[in-house]
């Protein structure tokens, strides 16, 4: 082999070595690029979807707060009169986005349905063998429950 041909491989190893180490050192960087842009998108996304969780569970919270504070409602419930209720129900549930929330109803002591807002017309209005019942029910002390 002439020193001709022996330059002309040094250069493409050489060349070769070169190249090899520029790909992979980009390859590393255009990766922690893509993944600190990724990351940063999805941190966004999440930081817009939680306000606007946050937001809808507010508004939910303030609209049960009024219902609560209301004297009406409260002398309603003491008196186990769920058609007085129901109208102060459908007045706070007008200012709710979704027009069907889930489960809103009051019951009285003994685990009946007295007021249930948008509930459907065949649901069960005898809630004293629910679960969630038998937990919140504190043996009539007169605490209420939301």
Same mark, same amino acid.
């Given at each position: 082999?002439?020193?001709?041909?022996?330059? @002309?491989?040094?250069?493409?190893? @050489? &060349?070769?070595?070169?190249?090899?180490?520029?790909?992979?050192? @980009?390859?590393?960087?255009?990766?922690?690029?893509?993944?600190?842009?990724? =990351? @940063?998108?999805?941190?966004?996304?999440?930081?817009?979807?939680?306000?606007?969780?946050?937001?809808?569970?507010? /508004?939910?919270?303030?609209?049960?707060?009024?219902?609560?504070?209301?004297?009406?409602? #409260?002398?309603? #419930?003491?008196? /186990?009169? =769920?058609?007085?209720? /129901?109208?102060?129900?459908?007045?706070?549930?007008?200012?709710?986005?979704?027009?069907?929330?889930? =489960?809103?109803?009051?019951?009285?002591?003994?685990?009946? #349905?007295?007021?249930? &807002?948008?509930? !459907?017309? &065949?649901?069960?209005?005898?809630?004293?063998?629910? !679960?969630?019942?038998? #937990?919140?029910? /504190? &043996?009539?002390?007169?605490?209420?429950?939301?």
């Amino acid at each position: 082999m002439g020193i001709q041909k022996k330059v @002309t491989i040094a250069i493409l190893i @050489t &060349g070769l070595i070169a190249l090899l180490m520029s790909l992979s050192v @980009t390859y590393y960087q255009v990766k922690n690029i893509l993944t600190e842009s990724i =990351g @940063t998108d999805f941190e966004e996304s999440a930081k817009k979807s939680v306000e606007r969780i946050d937001v809808k569970v507010k /508004d939910e919270i303030t609209i049960f707060r009024y219902l609560a504070e209301n004297k009406e409602v #409260i002398r309603g #419930i003491k008196e /186990d009169r =769920g058609e007085a209720i /129901d109208v102060y129900f459908k007045y706070y549930l007008d200012f709710v986005e979704e027009k069907k929330p889930l =489960g809103l109803f009051i019951v009285n002591k003994k685990g009946r #349905i007295t007021a249930r &807002g948008n509930l !459907p017309s &065949g649901y069960n209005l005898d809630q004293s063998d629910e !679960p969630w019942w038998k #937990i919140t029910y /504190d &043996g009539g002390k007169g605490k209420i429950y939301v």
